[in-house]
């Protein structure tokens, strides 16, 4: 256990410090602290278990440190030293919940009794052994994050001293796609001990269990069964690593397993997944069923039929996953491409061209495909129906702009300037609505209202043409002839 010694009278600290054999007793003695304050900076990260308080300190007192400790709820029994043998000192002690208390002029063996005396209090204090518990776990976490992140042979060292039983390979490294709180990971951990060694530890995403492996790899069937134990507690498959035979291979192993977290959406019933599964994998080719998938889902947009859509979603979905090439980054690939085509072919329909919300990374839409699928495909068909409808109104608004200025010479831009769209665009939504050009479409409009004018009027043949933007009568009727197969004169007489 750590004691730490505070007193601002370097002669007391130091005298103590000094004169009794703490490791001989048992007890491994801190750098003793000069202040209240200093014991408050000190105390999170050297967390002692005993601390030894002067009263009687410059600003913050021995009591006010021990009412800090209570109220921060840490786990450490506090034996205060007092110069004055005052029974005033001791009934607040007492109300601190303080174990024992020590004249200045106490022998070191009355010391050393009374330290005993709140090491025995903490072994029988069930939230001691909590917190040691904690902390210990804390430190060993520390120790082999670490070793995931940088090869350091003095980090090494540190493991192997606190976790002798990883001193020497082979290991193996098992990933689980959860975090588990402290109390299930203790459980869990003296669970699998039970088949072979593992310290178990988690990061913000994972839980990891570093293993000790047999040296001739004789522990496969107790491997399996730990595996298979814990498979079933927690509901999940398991990653596992190939065995490695040092620990500079850890960080490149945690990372094949992180990425390796992702097949659990693909094999979605098994118990373990190895790399050695995946290692074949080329990933589904992008062009596959492409041209296939993307003529379907144009269909959907044009007859806008969402339920067919959402049936497809689901089909689309299983295709994905059970593809016996499938990788993740695979899958996030060919669905990004397919999604980026279809807002192409959405884009040549709209007036402008629009921003849609991307594809989520794999590790967010993987958890939810179907959803996120339908999400973003279901708002494109709706913005493809408005749109379809919206462009069918334009054409509607140009032709009717353009009945009631026939008699005018009439432009594509004065058109387009009508209804507020680009000219280019409203050409390309008349040819798709009425197969014509837009001079082709203003022509047909000029003739249809000579023929009102011829049939149920009675101006002349040159008064119909300037009405309807003709200055030139030989013209209009050679364009009127065009289109009726007679002149005006003659299909007035007809008809």
């Keep these: 256990m750590k004691v730490l010694i505070a007193d601002d009278e370097i002669i007391i600290r130091e005298g103590m410090a000094n004169v009794i054999p703490w490791e001989e007793n048992g007890f491994l003695l801190l ?12 105390i999170e990260t050297e967390k002692p278990d005993i601390l030894i308080t002067d009263i009687q300190m410059k600003e913050m007192n021995g009591l006010e440190l021990v009412s800090y400790i209570g109220k921060k709820n840490y786990c450490i029994e506090s034996i205060l030293l007092t110069g004055y043998d005052d029974f005033a000192y001791i009934q607040e002690a007492l109300r601190q919940d303080v174990c024992d208390y020590l004249l200045k002029t106490s022998s070191p063996d009355e010391i050393i009794t009374a330290v005993n005396r709140a090491k025995k209090r903490l072994e029988k204090d069930k939230k001691y052994h909590r917190c040691s518990n904690a902390a210990y776990s804390e430190e060993k976490n520390t120790i082999v994050q670490t070793l995931f992140h940088q090869r350091d042979s003095k980090d090494q060292a540190k493991l192997a001293e606190a976790l002798p039983e990883l001193a020497t390979p082979p290991y193996q490294l098992i990933l689980i796609g959860t975090t588990l709180d402290t109390q299930t990971l203790h459980s869990y951990e003296k669970i699998w001990n039970g088949y072979l060694y593992g310290t178990w530890l988690h990061d913000d995403r994972f839980t990891l269990i570093l293993t000790k492996r047999n040296t001739y790899l004789e522990d496969g069937y107790l491997l399996q069964m730990a595996i298979k134990k814990i498979r079933q507690m927690v509901q999940q498959p398991i990653f596992m690593s190939n065995v490695i035979s040092t620990l500079n291979e850890l960080p490149y192993k945690y990372e094949q397993l992180s990425q390796l977290h ?14 050695q599964m995946v290692k074949e994998r080329t990933g589904i080719a992008y062009h596959e069923r492409k041209e296939e ?34 990788t993740p980054d695979s899958i996030q690939f060919y669905v990004q491409n397919l999604y980026m085509e279809t807002i192409r072919y959405m884009n040549r329909i709209q007036d402008h061209e629009r921003r849609y919300e991307s594809i989520p ?26 749109q379809a ?42 040819r798709k609505k009425t197969g014509k050009s837009y001079v082709e479409l203003v022509t047909i409009l000029r003739v249809q209202k000579a023929v009102d004018f011829l049939l149920y009027t009675s101006l002349t043949v040159k008064e119909i043409a300037k009405n309807i933007g003709y200055n030139d009568r030989k013209y209009f009727t050679k364009i009127f002839k065009k289109h009726y197969g007679v002149t005006p004169t003659q299909y007035r007489r007809r008809n």
């Design 361 to 386: 990374s794999a590790s967010s839409w993987f958890q939810r495909p179907t959803e996120i699928l339908q999400a973003r495909f279901s708002q494109l068909q709706q913005d493809f129906q408005k």
């Design 31 to 42: 750098d003793p602290a000069a202040s209240a304050e200093e014991v408050i900076e000190r």
């Design 293 to 326: 998938f993307l003529q379907q889902l144009i269909t959907f947009l044009h007859n806008g039929e969402y339920d067919n859509l959402i049936t497809w979603v689901h089909a689309f979905h299983t295709w994905l996953f059970s593809h016996s090439q499938a």
């Design 389 to 430: 409808q919206k462009n069918s109104n334009y054409v509607e608004q140009s032709i009717y702009y353009i009945e009631e200025h026939l008699g005018q010479s009439l432009s594509l831009q004065e058109v387009a300037g009508y209804i507020s769209i680009h000219p280019n665009y409203l050409s390309e939504l008349i």
């Design 262 to 275: 992702l097949y659990k959406y693909i094999f979605t019933d098994a118990v373990t997944i190895s790399e």
